[in-house]
Protein backbone atom coordinates (compact mmCIF):
# COMPACT_ATOMS: atom_id res chain seq x y z
CA UNK A 1 0.00 0.00 0.00
CA UNK A 2 2.82 2.72 0.72
CA UNK A 3 4.42 1.79 -2.63
CA UNK A 4 1.01 2.39 -3.84
CA UNK A 5 0.60 5.58 -2.35
CA UNK A 6 3.97 6.52 -3.21
CA UNK A 7 3.26 5.81 -6.96
CA UNK A 8 0.21 8.16 -7.03
CA UNK A 9 2.19 11.04 -5.62
CA UNK A 10 5.06 10.36 -7.92
CA UNK A 11 2.54 10.20 -10.83
CA UNK A 12 0.81 13.69 -9.34
CA UNK A 13 4.35 15.42 -9.80
CA UNK A 14 5.15 14.43 -13.28
CA UNK A 15 2.08 15.10 -14.93
CA UNK A 16 1.95 18.57 -13.27
CA UNK A 17 5.41 19.14 -14.42
CA UNK A 18 4.62 18.07 -17.83
CA UNK A 19 1.57 20.46 -17.55
CA UNK A 20 3.68 23.55 -16.20
CA UNK A 21 6.75 23.03 -18.97
CA UNK A 22 4.70 23.03 -21.65
CA UNK A 23 1.87 25.97 -21.02
CA UNK A 24 4.26 28.36 -23.17
CA UNK A 25 4.76 25.93 -25.78
CA UNK A 26 1.24 25.26 -26.81
CA UNK A 27 -0.01 29.07 -27.83
CA UNK A 28 2.98 29.48 -29.36
CA UNK A 29 2.31 25.90 -31.69
CA UNK A 30 -0.69 27.49 -32.14
CA UNK A 31 -0.03 31.17 -33.35
CA UNK A 32 2.56 29.83 -35.49
CA UNK A 33 0.67 27.15 -37.41
CA UNK A 34 -2.59 28.91 -37.48
CA UNK A 35 -1.54 32.39 -37.41
CA UNK A 36 -4.37 33.76 -35.47
CA UNK A 37 -4.14 34.97 -32.14
CA UNK A 38 -7.69 34.21 -31.01
CA UNK A 39 -6.83 30.39 -31.50
CA UNK A 40 -3.90 30.43 -28.87
CA UNK A 41 -6.96 30.07 -26.06
CA UNK A 42 -8.87 27.47 -27.82
CA UNK A 43 -7.37 24.72 -25.69
CA UNK A 44 -7.66 26.22 -22.47
CA UNK A 45 -10.84 27.23 -23.32
CA UNK A 46 -12.20 23.92 -24.24
CA UNK A 47 -10.75 22.09 -22.02
CA UNK A 48 -12.67 24.45 -19.33
CA UNK A 49 -15.87 23.12 -20.75
CA UNK A 50 -16.00 19.35 -19.62
CA UNK A 51 -14.49 20.77 -16.00
CA UNK A 52 -17.64 23.09 -15.41
CA UNK A 53 -20.40 20.03 -16.91
CA UNK A 54 -18.09 17.09 -14.81
CA UNK A 55 -20.99 16.71 -12.13
CA UNK A 56 -23.28 15.91 -14.84
CA UNK A 57 -21.49 13.73 -17.72
CA UNK A 58 -19.29 11.82 -15.87
CA UNK A 59 -21.50 10.92 -12.65
CA UNK A 60 -22.04 7.48 -14.86
CA UNK A 61 -18.27 6.79 -14.97
CA UNK A 62 -16.92 7.61 -11.36
CA UNK A 63 -17.94 4.18 -10.04
CA UNK A 64 -15.89 2.76 -12.58
CA UNK A 65 -12.30 4.48 -11.27
CA UNK A 66 -11.35 2.64 -8.24
CA UNK A 67 -7.83 1.31 -9.11
CA UNK A 68 -4.93 2.21 -10.88
CA UNK A 69 -5.69 -0.01 -14.30
CA UNK A 70 -8.70 2.26 -15.20
CA UNK A 71 -6.80 5.61 -13.88
CA UNK A 72 -3.96 4.41 -16.49
CA UNK A 73 -7.21 3.86 -19.21
CA UNK A 74 -8.01 7.46 -18.80
CA UNK A 75 -4.38 8.87 -18.74
CA UNK A 76 -3.54 6.89 -22.23
CA UNK A 77 -6.72 8.83 -23.43
CA UNK A 78 -5.37 11.94 -22.14
CA UNK A 79 -1.89 10.85 -24.01
CA UNK A 80 -4.26 10.77 -26.97
CA UNK A 81 -5.33 14.18 -26.85
CA UNK A 82 -2.03 15.32 -26.22
CA UNK A 83 -0.66 14.11 -29.18
CA UNK A 84 -2.82 15.63 -31.43
CA UNK A 85 -1.52 19.03 -31.43
CA UNK A 86 2.79 18.02 -31.99
CA UNK A 87 1.21 15.30 -34.39
CA UNK A 88 -0.89 17.52 -36.80
CA UNK A 89 2.38 20.22 -36.06
CA UNK A 90 4.19 17.97 -38.07
CA UNK A 91 2.65 18.20 -41.03
CA UNK A 92 1.64 21.84 -40.49
CA UNK A 93 -1.74 21.09 -40.51
CA UNK A 94 -2.94 22.51 -36.55
CA UNK A 95 -6.00 24.24 -37.17
CA UNK A 96 -8.95 25.30 -34.47
CA UNK A 97 -10.24 21.67 -34.93
CA UNK A 98 -7.29 20.15 -33.43
CA UNK A 99 -7.00 22.66 -30.84
CA UNK A 100 -10.66 22.06 -29.51
CA UNK A 101 -10.51 18.48 -29.96
CA UNK A 102 -7.08 18.41 -27.41
CA UNK A 103 -8.82 20.35 -25.43
CA UNK A 104 -12.05 18.67 -24.84
CA UNK A 105 -10.20 15.18 -24.79
CA UNK A 106 -7.51 16.77 -22.00
CA UNK A 107 -10.01 18.46 -20.08
CA UNK A 108 -12.57 15.71 -19.48
CA UNK A 109 -10.18 12.94 -18.92
CA UNK A 110 -8.30 15.85 -16.30
CA UNK A 111 -11.88 16.73 -14.89
CA UNK A 112 -12.37 12.47 -13.91
CA UNK A 113 -8.86 12.02 -12.98
CA UNK A 114 -8.54 14.37 -10.08
CA UNK A 115 -11.17 13.14 -8.00
CA UNK A 116 -10.51 9.32 -8.61
CA UNK A 117 -7.09 9.70 -7.90
CA UNK A 118 -7.22 11.28 -4.47
CA UNK A 119 -10.29 8.86 -3.78
CA UNK A 120 -8.44 5.82 -4.84
CA UNK A 121 -5.09 7.47 -2.40
CA UNK A 122 -8.06 7.46 0.14
CA UNK A 123 -9.22 4.36 -0.33
CA UNK A 124 -5.69 2.22 -0.07
CA UNK A 125 -5.14 4.43 3.11
CA UNK A 126 -8.42 3.21 4.35
CA UNK A 127 -7.09 -0.78 3.57
CA UNK A 128 -3.60 0.18 5.49
CA UNK A 129 -5.76 0.09 8.02
CA UNK A 130 -7.97 3.59 9.92
CA UNK A 131 -7.35 5.69 12.01
CA UNK A 132 -3.60 6.16 11.43
CA UNK A 133 -4.01 9.56 9.04
CA UNK A 134 -2.32 7.66 6.36
CA UNK A 135 -5.47 9.01 3.92
CA UNK A 136 -4.76 12.62 4.88
CA UNK A 137 -0.90 12.46 4.97
CA UNK A 138 -1.02 11.07 1.49
CA UNK A 139 -3.25 13.55 -0.16
CA UNK A 140 -1.23 16.40 1.63
CA UNK A 141 1.65 15.12 0.10
CA UNK A 142 0.14 14.86 -3.38
CA UNK A 143 -0.74 18.44 -3.15
CA UNK A 144 3.21 19.36 -1.84
CA UNK A 145 4.26 17.76 -5.79
CA UNK A 146 1.01 19.30 -7.86
CA UNK A 147 2.47 22.50 -5.93
CA UNK A 148 6.13 22.24 -5.71
CA UNK A 149 6.21 22.10 -9.66
CA UNK A 150 4.96 25.55 -9.81
CA UNK A 151 8.35 26.97 -9.24
CA UNK A 152 10.70 25.35 -10.96
CA UNK A 153 8.60 23.95 -14.24
CA UNK A 154 7.93 27.45 -15.88
CA UNK A 155 11.13 28.52 -16.21
CA UNK A 156 12.83 25.05 -16.80
CA UNK A 157 9.93 25.52 -19.79
CA UNK A 158 11.78 28.51 -20.56
CA UNK A 159 14.71 27.04 -20.83
CA UNK A 160 13.62 24.41 -22.96
CA UNK A 161 11.84 26.11 -25.35
CA UNK A 162 14.73 27.60 -26.68
CA UNK A 163 16.70 24.81 -26.50
CA UNK A 164 14.46 22.01 -28.23
CA UNK A 165 11.45 24.26 -29.87
CA UNK A 166 7.84 24.36 -28.85
CA UNK A 167 6.77 20.46 -30.32
CA UNK A 168 9.23 18.65 -29.23
CA UNK A 169 8.01 20.04 -25.43
CA UNK A 170 4.71 18.54 -26.59
CA UNK A 171 5.72 15.22 -27.77
CA UNK A 172 7.56 15.57 -24.12
CA UNK A 173 4.53 15.70 -21.87
CA UNK A 174 2.77 13.10 -24.02
CA UNK A 175 5.54 10.62 -23.23
CA UNK A 176 5.72 11.75 -19.64
CA UNK A 177 1.89 11.23 -19.43
CA UNK A 178 2.34 7.65 -21.03
CA UNK A 179 4.83 6.81 -18.18
CA UNK A 180 2.81 7.95 -15.53
CA UNK A 181 0.39 5.69 -16.86
CA UNK A 182 2.36 2.81 -16.99
CA UNK A 183 3.31 3.70 -13.25
CA UNK A 184 -0.47 3.74 -12.18
CA UNK A 185 -1.37 0.64 -13.70
CA UNK A 186 1.02 -1.33 -11.10
CA UNK A 187 -1.75 0.28 -8.38
CA UNK A 188 -4.03 -2.11 -7.03
CA UNK A 189 -8.00 -1.74 -6.17
CA UNK A 190 -8.10 -0.54 -2.77
CA UNK A 191 -10.73 -3.45 -1.97
CA UNK A 192 -12.10 -1.46 1.14
CA UNK A 193 -16.16 -1.95 0.93
CA UNK A 194 -18.31 0.41 2.51
CA UNK A 195 -19.48 -2.05 4.96
CA UNK A 196 -15.61 -1.92 6.96
CA UNK A 197 -16.97 1.62 7.64
CA UNK A 198 -18.85 1.40 11.44
CA UNK A 199 -22.21 1.99 10.96
CA UNK A 200 -21.91 1.66 7.70
CA UNK A 201 -24.98 -0.32 5.03
CA UNK A 202 -23.52 -2.99 3.52
CA UNK A 203 -24.08 -1.51 0.38
CA UNK A 204 -24.11 2.03 -1.75
CA UNK A 205 -25.55 3.31 -4.68
CA UNK A 206 -22.71 3.84 -7.24
CA UNK A 207 -24.24 7.01 -8.83
CA UNK A 208 -24.01 10.10 -5.23
CA UNK A 209 -25.12 13.16 -6.31
CA UNK A 210 -23.43 16.49 -5.71
CA UNK A 211 -26.25 17.69 -4.24
CA UNK A 212 -26.97 14.61 -1.99
CA UNK A 213 -23.11 15.14 -0.49
CA UNK A 214 -23.82 18.78 -0.09
CA UNK A 215 -26.99 17.97 2.03
CA UNK A 216 -25.42 14.85 3.67
CA UNK A 217 -22.85 16.67 5.95
CA UNK A 218 -22.82 20.24 6.35
CA UNK A 219 -19.23 20.51 7.70
CA UNK A 220 -18.34 18.88 4.19
CA UNK A 221 -20.93 21.26 2.28
CA UNK A 222 -19.45 24.70 4.27
CA UNK A 223 -15.93 23.54 3.64
CA UNK A 224 -16.79 22.78 -0.25
CA UNK A 225 -19.01 26.01 -0.69
CA UNK A 226 -16.23 27.71 0.82
CA UNK A 227 -13.18 26.17 -1.86
CA UNK A 228 -15.76 27.40 -4.66
CA UNK A 229 -16.22 31.02 -3.23
CA UNK A 230 -12.35 31.07 -3.58
CA UNK A 231 -12.32 29.60 -6.95
CA UNK A 232 -15.03 32.32 -8.34
CA UNK A 233 -13.21 35.03 -6.46
CA UNK A 234 -9.15 34.18 -7.63
CA UNK A 235 -9.85 36.13 -10.83
CA UNK A 236 -9.33 38.98 -8.75
CA UNK A 237 -5.77 38.30 -8.30
CA UNK A 238 -4.13 37.15 -11.47
CA UNK A 239 -6.39 40.01 -13.29
CA UNK A 240 -6.47 42.67 -10.54
CA UNK A 241 -2.96 42.99 -9.59
CA UNK A 242 -1.66 42.79 -13.55
CA UNK A 243 -4.44 45.74 -14.46
CA UNK A 244 -3.33 47.41 -11.18
CA UNK A 245 0.05 47.58 -11.85
CA UNK A 246 -0.57 48.88 -15.52
CA UNK A 247 -2.67 51.63 -13.85
CA UNK A 248 0.12 52.17 -11.28
CA UNK A 249 2.67 52.68 -13.98
CA UNK A 250 4.11 49.16 -12.60
CA UNK A 251 3.25 47.17 -15.32
CA UNK A 252 3.57 43.26 -15.07
CA UNK A 253 5.81 44.29 -11.78
CA UNK A 254 2.80 43.89 -9.04
CA UNK A 255 1.37 40.41 -10.31
CA UNK A 256 5.18 39.47 -10.91
CA UNK A 257 5.83 40.26 -7.24
CA UNK A 258 2.32 38.52 -5.78
CA UNK A 259 2.91 35.42 -7.79
CA UNK A 260 6.34 35.15 -6.64
CA UNK A 261 5.24 35.53 -2.90
CA UNK A 262 2.50 33.15 -3.02
CA UNK A 263 3.89 30.62 -4.87
CA UNK A 264 7.04 30.48 -2.88
CA UNK A 265 4.71 30.80 0.40
CA UNK A 266 2.24 27.66 -0.52
CA UNK A 267 5.12 25.79 -1.88
CA UNK A 268 6.85 26.34 1.00
CA UNK A 269 3.64 25.29 3.28
CA UNK A 270 3.03 22.20 1.50
CA UNK A 271 6.19 20.75 3.08
CA UNK A 272 4.71 21.41 6.15
CA UNK A 273 1.42 20.37 6.10
CA UNK A 274 1.87 16.36 5.49
CA UNK A 275 3.41 16.53 8.89
CA UNK A 276 1.07 18.15 10.87
CA UNK A 277 -2.18 17.57 9.51
CA UNK A 278 -3.26 14.42 11.58
CA UNK A 279 -3.36 17.25 14.33
CA UNK A 280 -5.59 20.03 12.26
CA UNK A 281 -8.59 20.85 13.55
CA UNK A 282 -10.98 20.66 10.28
CA UNK A 283 -13.58 23.36 10.22
CA UNK A 284 -10.49 25.68 12.05
CA UNK A 285 -7.64 25.49 9.05
CA UNK A 286 -10.81 25.46 6.46
CA UNK A 287 -12.43 29.48 7.51
CA UNK A 288 -8.63 30.52 8.86
CA UNK A 289 -6.95 29.80 5.55
CA UNK A 290 -10.17 31.28 3.21
CA UNK A 291 -10.45 34.29 5.74
CA UNK A 292 -6.85 35.47 5.52
CA UNK A 293 -6.62 35.12 1.79
CA UNK A 294 -9.76 37.31 1.80
CA UNK A 295 -7.81 39.68 3.99
CA UNK A 296 -4.62 39.69 1.43
CA UNK A 297 -7.21 40.74 -1.28
CA UNK A 298 -8.29 43.50 0.79
CA UNK A 299 -4.28 44.54 1.17
CA UNK A 300 -3.14 44.64 -2.11
CA UNK A 301 -4.41 48.19 -2.72
CA UNK A 302 -3.26 49.25 0.46
CA UNK A 303 0.14 47.70 -0.33
CA UNK A 304 0.44 49.06 -4.00
CA UNK A 305 2.81 50.03 -5.64
CA UNK A 306 5.19 49.10 -3.14
CA UNK A 307 6.85 45.81 -4.49
CA UNK A 308 7.78 44.23 -1.45
CA UNK A 309 4.83 45.18 0.40
CA UNK A 310 2.69 43.35 -2.32
CA UNK A 311 5.39 40.10 -2.20
CA UNK A 312 4.86 40.15 1.89
CA UNK A 313 0.90 40.26 1.49
CA UNK A 314 0.69 37.78 -1.19
CA UNK A 315 2.67 35.25 0.90
CA UNK A 316 0.39 35.89 3.92
CA UNK A 317 -2.43 34.65 1.69
CA UNK A 318 -0.42 31.96 0.29
CA UNK A 319 0.74 30.71 3.55
CA UNK A 320 -2.71 29.10 4.75
CA UNK A 321 -4.13 27.56 1.54
CA UNK A 322 -2.27 24.37 1.68
CA UNK A 323 -3.50 24.16 5.02
CA UNK A 324 -7.42 24.74 4.30
CA UNK A 325 -7.05 22.23 0.89
CA UNK A 326 -5.00 20.00 3.11
CA UNK A 327 -8.10 19.95 5.62
CA UNK A 328 -10.67 19.64 3.54
CA UNK A 329 -9.22 16.60 1.65
CA UNK A 330 -9.23 14.97 5.25
CA UNK A 331 -12.61 15.74 5.96
CA UNK A 332 -13.64 13.91 2.78
CA UNK A 333 -11.58 11.12 3.42
CA UNK A 334 -12.90 11.08 7.18
CA UNK A 335 -16.45 11.35 6.64
CA UNK A 336 -16.97 9.60 3.39
CA UNK A 337 -16.39 5.95 1.72
CA UNK A 338 -17.12 4.39 -1.99
CA UNK A 339 -19.57 6.36 -4.14
CA UNK A 340 -20.15 8.91 -1.39
CA UNK A 341 -15.98 10.23 -1.25
CA UNK A 342 -16.30 10.27 -5.22
CA UNK A 343 -18.71 12.78 -5.25
CA UNK A 344 -17.48 14.45 -2.45
CA UNK A 345 -14.19 14.94 -4.37
CA UNK A 346 -15.58 15.34 -7.56
CA UNK A 347 -17.57 17.97 -5.72
CA UNK A 348 -14.32 19.69 -4.60
CA UNK A 349 -12.51 20.04 -8.01
CA UNK A 350 -16.10 21.41 -10.15
CA UNK A 351 -16.61 23.85 -7.31
CA UNK A 352 -13.24 25.18 -6.91
CA UNK A 353 -11.47 24.81 -10.07
CA UNK A 354 -14.49 25.29 -12.48
CA UNK A 355 -15.45 28.02 -10.28
CA UNK A 356 -11.78 29.71 -11.15
CA UNK A 357 -12.56 29.01 -14.70
CA UNK A 358 -15.67 31.00 -14.73
CA UNK A 359 -14.67 34.13 -12.60
CA UNK A 360 -11.32 34.10 -15.36
CA UNK A 361 -13.73 33.82 -18.23
CA UNK A 362 -15.47 37.10 -16.73
CA UNK A 363 -13.34 38.88 -14.80
CA UNK A 364 -11.91 40.87 -17.21
CA UNK A 365 -14.79 42.65 -18.34
CA UNK A 366 -16.05 43.16 -13.97
CA UNK A 367 -12.82 44.85 -13.64
CA UNK A 368 -12.95 47.08 -16.95
CA UNK A 369 -16.17 47.77 -15.68
CA UNK A 370 -15.66 48.79 -11.81
CA UNK A 371 -11.68 48.65 -11.75
CA UNK A 372 -8.98 46.57 -10.27
CA UNK A 373 -8.58 48.08 -6.72
CA UNK A 374 -12.69 47.88 -6.17
CA UNK A 375 -12.40 44.40 -7.56
CA UNK A 376 -9.77 43.43 -4.96
CA UNK A 377 -11.84 44.55 -2.02
CA UNK A 378 -15.28 43.18 -2.98
CA UNK A 379 -13.81 39.96 -4.14
CA UNK A 380 -11.76 40.04 -0.70
CA UNK A 381 -15.12 40.70 1.49
CA UNK A 382 -17.38 38.05 -0.60
CA UNK A 383 -14.61 35.78 0.93
CA UNK A 384 -14.57 36.78 4.63
CA UNK A 385 -18.55 37.09 4.33
CA UNK A 386 -18.46 33.25 3.18
CA UNK A 387 -16.53 32.23 5.99
CA UNK A 388 -18.66 33.87 8.51
CA UNK A 389 -21.92 32.62 7.08
CA UNK A 390 -20.29 29.36 7.17
CA UNK A 391 -18.69 29.87 10.89
CA UNK A 392 -22.33 30.45 11.93
CA UNK A 393 -23.64 27.58 9.92
CA UNK A 394 -23.92 24.42 12.49
CA UNK A 395 -21.80 21.33 11.67
CA UNK A 396 -22.24 18.07 12.69
CA UNK A 397 -20.63 19.00 15.98
CA UNK A 398 -18.08 16.26 15.73
CA UNK A 399 -14.12 17.43 15.55
CA UNK A 400 -12.45 14.68 17.28
CA UNK A 401 -11.40 12.22 14.95
CA UNK A 402 -12.18 9.09 16.43
CA UNK A 403 -15.57 9.59 16.01
CA UNK A 404 -15.53 10.49 12.07
CA UNK A 405 -15.61 6.89 11.36
CA UNK A 406 -18.73 6.11 12.66
CA UNK A 407 -19.90 9.65 11.64
CA UNK A 408 -19.54 8.00 7.80
CA UNK A 409 -22.12 5.64 8.07
CA UNK A 410 -24.55 8.17 9.24
CA UNK A 411 -23.40 9.83 6.33
CA UNK A 412 -24.36 7.20 3.65
CA UNK A 413 -27.68 6.80 5.20
CA UNK A 414 -28.24 10.80 4.47
CA UNK A 415 -26.86 10.61 1.14
CA UNK A 416 -29.29 7.57 0.12
CA UNK A 417 -32.05 9.05 1.19
CA UNK A 418 -30.93 12.79 -0.11
CA UNK A 419 -29.79 10.91 -3.59
CA UNK A 420 -33.28 9.31 -4.26
CA UNK A 421 -34.81 10.89 -7.30
CA UNK A 422 -32.35 13.92 -7.25
CA UNK A 423 -31.21 15.22 -10.73
CA UNK A 424 -27.83 16.69 -10.21
Not at 190 to 212: F, K, L, M, N, Q
Not at 261 to 284: H, Q
Not at 301 to 306: E, G
Amino acid sequence: MQRSLLTLTATTFVTWTGQRITAVALPLVALDQTGDAWTTGLVGGFAGLPLLTSAWWGRPFRHLLTSGRTLALLLLIQVGGLILVPAAASADAVNAVVLCATGLITGATGALLAPAQRSLTADLADAAGSGTGLGARSLAWQDMAHRSSMIFAPPLGAWLLVQWGAVPLLWCEAAAVGLAAIALATVPHAGTPDDDVAGAPATEPDHVTIRAVLRGDRDLAAGLVLAGVGGITWFAFPLGLALLGAELARPGQLIAAAMSGYGLATVGMSFVVPLVVTRIPRMVAIRVSWAVLGVSFLLFPLAAPDLVAVTAVAALGGVTIPFGIAALNALVTERATGATRRAAFTAETVLHNGGASAGLLVGGAIIGAFGAAPVLVVAGLIQIAAVAVASLWPGRGASARGRYRSQAGDLGREVRQAGRGTAQ
